[in-house]
């Protein structure tokens, strides 16, 4: 709550614009207050239509007087216009107030309800036809067995049968460790959420049977709908008691779906026991296809009638890879799934402190990190939470594998299939991006490879991370398809961003292959994986590097030729330096050479619930693309609880700048078109640490965190220590389509009690393209390790000075090295940092492949543990998010987040006090000519507005514990005069942060929910801004509400208001 503004605060700030006199923009987070404002208005709109309102718990059933349908203009029969099951025409509620003047009239009946018949499909059209049955069913969520044992479904009656014995093989998997049916990936398996299609122009029959236990009546109620029931044409509504399928009854229901009924997700469940069914799997959706579509199973290529992945075939448009992704919770909040031992699992992960295990879910799969590292604290291995993602470290999940191959198009159906929490869908990869609202333009979902994507949409905001609650569905289509606009393959995250959520198991991992998986030479252990109709012979099998020789390879557009002399530099360059890792390392993979065949290294002998090799024991070869000669995807295999290795050069974009020289990343266009950073671009370089320090919330309440976290510039971390104004969230800025952005990542963070003295940390950013193996940040699948432990504890210090020009230098022990990897040296140095490569070890002597550029003196610090990521903001999103993804629950509530602005081409960063360029921080002015917004052109004011809650330091008085940007100003501490609570004459100034301006400057806010579970709402008082920023017809509001890892860019086209009124 802040932000009130004294005279003298600044007296150096810089006009933008002329004006009046300084001011404070009042921002607020909104929460019960609003609910309670929203509340009343409701009761006051009653009031006015009609008197009095009646109790909910004491209301009779409600007369809708909605007017009847409108009909189908066809050759087949029309229903009556008269309602049936009515009221008579003569009855009426009992008039109250000024009944008759107002319109809407909503009030009590005592009689019937009056419905209308529906639209009966047209005779002339095609029927699709489902048989469902609802019955109660044993969902087993994992591979480690977790179940619920009183779940529910409805599952097609051909597929019952099927549904079944996977439901007693699993039982049999408990009580022998016989192997379970459940799919790694939920590749095919009858059990998962009912999934159905229709297309446009088509009638939907659904015939419904009850086969649950115990007399329990089901429904099934698809919203957004004219459902009715078939025999009657009276709509299949919770208050129609013949839509409710009694025990052993079944019931038939009918849509007739126009041909102009809109391209989408209907949601699905029943009105027998709401909470309870839903709860436990009984729900689903029916997706309205394209007219004329086809369904083809994904494995097989054949028609499909239900499943979560689909491949549509769209006789009209581009065919399409389609995922219906539920998140949905195992029963209500008081509610434990069982173990494979039939007990309880606890409600707090003890590895890792996250709620409810194995209670958040993804299409019936759950995988929580508490089995996965579980299974290394059984090897004796440190439990290490970067790695729970990881399929090198553990094999792939349970949870759903989108597969698909680069660039096929995509459409995700993203559904809240629970009753319970909210949930917010995020997708890994920087540019896999959708619009906020889909329909109002062009979504470039089948444009495929784009360096050069619009800067602004037309009219709705990109975005990567949506909040989704309970019955809501949203179709999401990815801008460029598969691989992003930049077209990497790899692993790709989608998980709830609620970070108790996805470490509770609500996870799952999208795809993307480079050569063909036929089950021949496949890349992983998935079914065979059939290509998009029109694109069949597009993507090729798999071949060795002895069939690269003599062959010519195309990098979109720029052709190379790979020949027996240069194939081991072009192999190589590709691979991380060959060896045998040593403890918690790294820097080696175990690859061999033999002749021109590179081999990878030998396949375990161990299995375990995520992987059992094909080949234990042996050196499979490794395969590579034969159009680009790149290396195919996933090379890397499962070795149970081990860390997977660093990308060449410790990154940052192994797949799409694999060429370059030196230690260093490629040069901006070094590669060829497909670059991440094209030819030209700036390169902007950030050397970032994650650090600890004592951070100061509010020195008037004396709230002091003594182990905050910070990622800071490393030219900036001594005066950021000396000062407490410093420490805020990191903010950096970049402009779109003109910088690449170079982080060099390492972290200070000690191992505390907090990490269980196991501290790691990374950089996951949003919005921006980047190579996903190499700068995501996360260890998603088989991508390449990009979390780094504490160089201050993984390292060795000098022993003696080392000049410039020297071969190598001294340690105290360089047992823990090996040649041929990279290491940093002068790791804690700012200026002198250099990154070079072992070419031997001599005692305890480093001698590397080229002399040091720097000098640099005893005790400095040598060490592996760095990262590289690259980062090329392609478009004017705004504000893209980073932050750690290894120990959220720690990190986030002691500060370690921070942002990436993309601005406007052309633009420079100065500091509103002196007119000086600035590297960083929240509170900057942008010099610009380009245009911001629909409502912005030029400079304005910006601030970055982090979010922050759980932070348990702040949950003082009735506070929930949040700041804004680690600052709070308690209202507790301002008790007395509600009038006054926010008044700088009563009270001072706050500690929160302050946005100053003119009278008249134009101001943009960057509103990020930086930390960690809640939905929030942001006001700005007395002031508009558009939902929409880009669009002319949104509407002006003032408040947005707003979850973790979303961001909402608010600008304000002037400061003052439309009542151009100076203040605070």
């Known amino acids: 709550m802040q932000h009130a503004e ?42 006015a239509c009609g008197g009095r309102p009646t109790p909910l718990a004491t209301q009779p059933s409600a007369t809708a007087t909605n007017a009847p349908p409108t009909q189908i203009h066809t050759p087949g029969p029309t229903p009556p216009p008269s309602p049936t099951n009515t009221t008579s025409p003569t009855q009426s509620p009992t008039p109250g107030g000024h009944q008759g003047s107002e319109g809407l009239v909503l009030g009590s009946d005592s009689g019937q309800e009056t419905v209308y018949p529906g639209v009966l499909c047209n005779s002339s059209v095609p029927v699709r036809e489902y048989d469902l049955v609802a019955v109660n069913i044993e969902i087993t969520l994992n591979r480690f067995l977790d179940y619920d044992p009183v779940g529910r479904m409805y599952v097609l009656e051909e597929d019952l049968e099927r549904a079944r014995r996977e439901e007693s093989q699993n039982l049999q998997a408990r009580l022998d460790n016989a192997e379970p049916a459940v799919s790694i990936g939920l590749q095919g398996d009858a059990i998962q959420p009912m999934t159905l299609r229709v297309n446009q122009g088509e009638c939907l029959r659904l015939t419904l049977r009850n086969g649950m236990n115990d007399g329990e009546p089901v429904s099934l109620h698809l919203h957004g709908t004219g459902l009715h029931l078939a025999d009657t044409g009276t709509p299949a509504i919770a208050t129609n008691p013949e839509a409710i399928a009694q025990s052993g009854v079944s019931v038939t229901y009918e849509w007739m779906v126009e041909k102009d009924e809109p391209e989408g997700t209907h949601y699905f469940h029943s009105h027998g026991d709401d909470r309870l069914q839903t709860s436990h799997g009984l729900f689903g959706a029916l997706i309205v296809e394209p007219a004329g579509s086809l369904y083809l199973d994904p494995l097989g290529g054949g028609n499909l009638r239900s499943g979560w992945a689909a491949i549509i075939q769209d006789p009209n448009g ?69 790695q729970a993602y990881s399929s090198y470290t553990f094999g792939d999940p349970a949870t759903p594998i989108a597969r698909t191959y680069l660039g096929d ?13 909210f949930h917010v869908h995020h997708v890994h990869g920087g540019a896999t991006r959708w619009r906020r609202q889909p329909g109002v333009e062009p979504t470039a979902f089948d444009s495929g490879f784009d360096k050069n994507p619009p800067l602004l949409p037309q009219a709705s905001a990109r975005t990567d991370s949506q909040s989704i609650g309970p019955s809501e569905s949203y179709d999401l289509e990815n801008e460029c398809g598969a691989g992003g606009c930049q077209h990497s393959v790899g692993d790709y995250l989608i998980h709830c961003h609620v970070a108790h959520h996805y470490i509770a198991g609500m996870w799952m991992i999208w795809r993307v292959y480079n050569t063909l998986q036929d089950g021949v030479v496949s890349q992983d252990t998935l079914p065979p994986l059939a290509e998009l109709p029109g694109r069949t012979g597009g993507v090729q099998a798999a071949v060795t590097s002895v069939e690269l020789v003599d062959t010519t390879v195309d990098w979109k557009g720029q052709t190379l030729q790979i020949s027996q002399e240069n194939l081991a530099e072009w192999v190589e360059r590709q691979l991380p330096p060959s060896g045998v890792p040593k403890e918690y390392d790294a820097s080696v993979l175990d690859w061999r050479k033999e002749g021109d065949l590179y081999l990878n290294e030998v396949e375990t002998e161990e299995a375990w619930q995520g992987y059992v090799s094909p080949e234990p024991g042996t050196r499979p070869p490794l395969y590579f693309n034969p159009a680009t000669g790149k290396l195919a995807y996933p090379f890397l295999r499962p070795h149970l609880a081990s860390r997977p290795p660093f990308a060449p050069n410790h990154g940052p974009a192994p797949f799409l700048e694999p060429f370059r020289t030196g230690t260093g990343p490629a040069q901006p266009g070094e590669n060829g078109p497909w670059s991440l950073c094209p030819k030209g671009a700036k390169v902007q370089e950030f050397v970032i640490h994650a650090i600890n320090l004592p951070i100061t919330l509010s020195r008037s309440a004396r709230i002091v965190d003594p182990v905050g976290q910070l990622y800071v510039l490393k030219e900036e971390e001594d005066a950021v220590r000396a000062n407490n104004g410093l420490k805020n969230p990191l903010a950096i800025r970049a402009n779109a389509g003109e910088d690449c952005v170079d982080i060099l990542f390492k972290s200070e963070l000690e191992d505390t009690g907090e990490n269980s003295f196991f501290s790691k940390a990374n950089i996951h950013v949003h919005f921006v393209q980047f190579d996903v193996q190499g700068s995501d940040g996360v260890n998603t699948g088989f991508n390449y390790e990009t979390s780094v432990r504490p160089f201050t504890v993984e390292g060795e210090k000098l022993v003696a000075d080392a000049a410039a020009g020297d071969a190598g230098v001294k340690l105290g022990n360089a047992g823990r090295f090996q040649p041929g990897a990279l290491v940093g040296v002068g790791m804690d140095q700012s200026e002198t940092f250099e990154v070079r490569r072992i070419l031997s070890i001599d005692g305890n002597t480093l001698v590397f492949d080229e002399p040091l550029r720097y000098g640099h003196k005893r005790r400095e610090i040598v060490s592996y543990e760095f990262v590289r990521y690259r980062w090329y903001p392609d478009v004017q999103f705004g504000t893209a998010y980073f932050h750690d993804h290894v120990s959220a629950l720690t990190s986030w509530k002691h500060g370690l987040f921070g942002a990436l602005i993309s601005e406007p081409p052309g ?20 010099h610009t000519d380009g245009k911001v917004s629909a409502d912005i052109s030029g400079s304005f004011r910006e601030m970055v507005l982090f979010i922050q809650d759980e932070n348990t330091l702040t949950k003082t008085g009735r506070s929930a514990g949040s700041s804004f940007n680690l600052r709070v100003a308690p209202l507790e501490a301002r008790a007395g005069d509600p009038s006054l609570l926010f008044s700088s004459q009563a009270h001072g100034d706050p500690e929160t942060p302050l946005l100053e301006a003119y009278l008249g400057d134009p101001l943009v806010i960057r509103g990020l929910v930086a930390a960690t579970n809640d939905v929030h709402t942001l006001h700005v008082d007395g002031h508009w801004f558009r939902v929409e920023p880009y669009s002319t017809t949104s509407p ?12 909402y860019d608010l600008s304000i086209a002037k400061a003052g208001g439309p009542q151009r009124m100076p203040g605070d």
């Not at 008081?334 to 879910?361: H, M, S």
């Not at 633009?907 to 942008?926: H, K, Q």
Request: charged residues 20%.
């Open 318 to 386: 581009s065919n399409f890879r389609e995922f219906a992704i539920f998140y949905h919770e195992i029963g209500n909040e008081r509610f434990r799934n069982l173990n494979k031992l039939g007990r309880p699992v606890g409600f707090v992960d003890t590895f890792t402190g996250a709620y409810k295990p194995g209670g958040r879910a993804m299409n019936y799969r759950s995988e929580p990190f508490m089995n996965r590292l579980k299974l290394q604290a059984d090897q004796g291995v440190k439990h290490d939470a970067s």
């Open 1036 to 1047: 002006p509001v003032s408040t947005v509400h707003i979850g973790i890892s979303e961001r």
């Open 907 to 926: 633009s420079t960063y100065r500091s509103s006090r002196t007119g000086e360029e600035v590297r960083s921080g929240p509170l900057v002015d942008i």
């Open 6 to 47: 004294s005279p003298q605060r600044n007296p150096d700030a810089r006009r933008l614009t002329r004006g009046g006199s300084v001011r404070a923009i009042y921002l607020s987070m909104g929460g019960p207050p609003l609910v309670v404002l929203l509340g009343l208005a409701f009761i006051a709109l009653l009031s």
């Open 409 to 421: 198009p995509v459409k995700q159906r993203v559904v809240h299939g629970g009753s319970e929490v």
